[in-house]
């Protein structure tokens, strides 16, 4: 497979800027695509360094809540450019991590940038979150950091990570959690069949009891759940500060897209109706 298999428009624009050298992109979502995490919101100083330390920050509170230790098997579903298997394999020792993604330029990104820690093994392997390309019980822990809202059913990826994951181990996941109150909208978009302009296909209508559910129904228990919105506030000002130094680069219906889709997703999240989560289970 050499091509994407998904329509993700700002993964293409992002992969076109790294072609074309863009440092000041790499710098920040070279390694992570997804939001920050700020200890201290209030200190986020809007530069790139900045926000790449909080991207850092934000992906192991994910795998700190799944319990990530030496000596394990991880499964990155939706892995990016590898930065979640980058990290562990920096701080861990005796790991086998394996990274899956739907999008072999987003692979072939990770393998060149990511390379094993002498005790450990990294692999990064083609496949679809609810279709696991793995015999059952192959793994301690799977993450899924901020791409759930992409796969074809999260109910598909619940029931394929608990067929991967050993008796005890973790899912360690990072969503965006509408409340009761947005869910309804989130629902009539999903309905009208429409995509982001610049996302692609979001599903963004899963709210807290749903993750209950789905927890329940695929035989995981929910160890720990909990908002940390507040402390990923500053990537929508970050966010619209890379998209006026690199305006001119990006198509107008994507920019304008960008803008609302910021503006709206920054206003949910102040107002807390759009939470951004953190779930840890046990299979
Ligand atoms: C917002 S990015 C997050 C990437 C990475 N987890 C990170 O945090 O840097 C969403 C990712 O989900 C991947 N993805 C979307 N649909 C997928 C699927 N069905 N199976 C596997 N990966 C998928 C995309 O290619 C993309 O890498």
């Not at 909080?54 to 394990?72: K, R």
């Not at 109910?155 to 509408?178: C, H, N, T």
């Not at 929508?236 to 130094?245: D, G, K, L, N």
């Not at 994507?254 to 889709?261: G, I």
Request: aromatic letters at 12%.
């Amino acid at each position: 497979m050499t091509n994407k298999q998904i329509e993700l428009p700002y993964m293409d624009f992002f992969l076109e800027a790294f072609e074309e050298g863009d440092s000041e992109l790499i710098k920040s979502v070279g390694r992570h695509a997804h939001w920050g995490y700020w200890e201290a919101p209030t200190e986020a100083n809007g530069s790139g360094s900045d926000f790449a330390k909080a991207a850092e920050d934000m992906c192991s509170q994910v795998y700190v809540a799944a319990n990530v230790g030496d000596g394990q098997s991880v499964l990155d579903v939706g892995c990016g450019f590898g930065g979640a298997i980058a990290s562990i394999n920096e701080g861990f020792t005796n790991m086998k991590l394996v990274g899956l993604n739907i999008d072999e330029r987003q692979l072939e990104r990770a393998r060149n940038e990511v390379k094993a820690a002498e005790s450990n093994q990294v692999e990064f392997v083609w496949g679809d979150a609810c279709q696991l390309p793995f015999p059952e019980d192959s793994f301690d822990v799977v993450l899924a950091n901020e791409c759930i809202f992409h796969f074809p059913s999260r109910e598909g990826f619940f029931a394929e990570a608990k067929r991967v994951l050993r008796s005890g181990g973790r899912l360690g996941i990072s969503d965006y959690v509408p409340t009761e109150i947005l869910q309804p909208f989130l629902k009539l978009w999903n309905l009208s069949g429409l995509s982001s302009i610049i996302y692609g296909k979001c599903d963004l209508s899963y709210s807290l009891t749903d993750y209950h559910r789905l927890a329940r129904e695929s035989g995981l228990k929910i160890l720990r759940e909990y908002d940390i919105t507040v402390n990923t506030l500053p990537t929508y000002p970050f966010f619209r500060q890379i998209m006026e130094v690199t305006a001119t680069k990006v198509r107008f219906d994507l920019q304008a897209e960008f803008k609302l889709t910021t503006d709206l997703s920054e206003w949910a999240s102040a107002q807390g109706l759009m939470r951004y989560m953190i779930f840890s289970m046990i299979a």
